[in-house]
């Protein structure tokens, strides 16, 4: 059964950087394409960007997000990894990772970004 874990949110102010790790298990994790989304208050949950498995095509990121944020991942540790710089008000929500193809979620990473 997919497991995913969200960590590393917080508070901060405009303009500052966060990491988000994303552990995820139950699943061939180098197999996998991986997943960011965010949901704001009161809004839908939006799709942040994937990251394709190894050597199987680029790194792709909603507008609103991209020159900012970066996903990496680490297959030896079965984790994958938002980083964000440059953080706007807008930005603040619940950050998931997610496997596409699965309807599993965790139970996400709150970011609240200060203006």
């Known amino acids: 059964q997919l497991h995913l874990v969200e960590s590393g949110g917080g508070l901060v102010q405009a303009g500052g950087s966060l990491r988000l790790p994303c552990e995820v298990s139950g699943i061939t994790f180098s197999m996998a394409a991986l997943a960011w989304y965010r949901q704001a208050p009161g809004k839908q949950r939006d799709w942040v960007g994937t990251?394709?498995?190894?050597?199987?095509?680029?790194?792709m990121y909603a507008d609103s997000v991209k020159g900012r944020f970066t996903i990496t991942r680490d297959d030896a540790k079965n984790a994958v990894y938002l980083q964000m710089d440059n953080l706007k008000s807008e930005d603040t929500g619940v950050y998931y990772c997610?496997?596409?193809?699965?309807?599993?979620w965790g139970q996400g990473a709150q970011v609240t970004v200060s203006s």
């Open positions: 990251i394709p498995r190894p050597r199987r095509g680029y790194i």
């Open positions: 997610s496997v596409p193809g699965y309807n599993d």
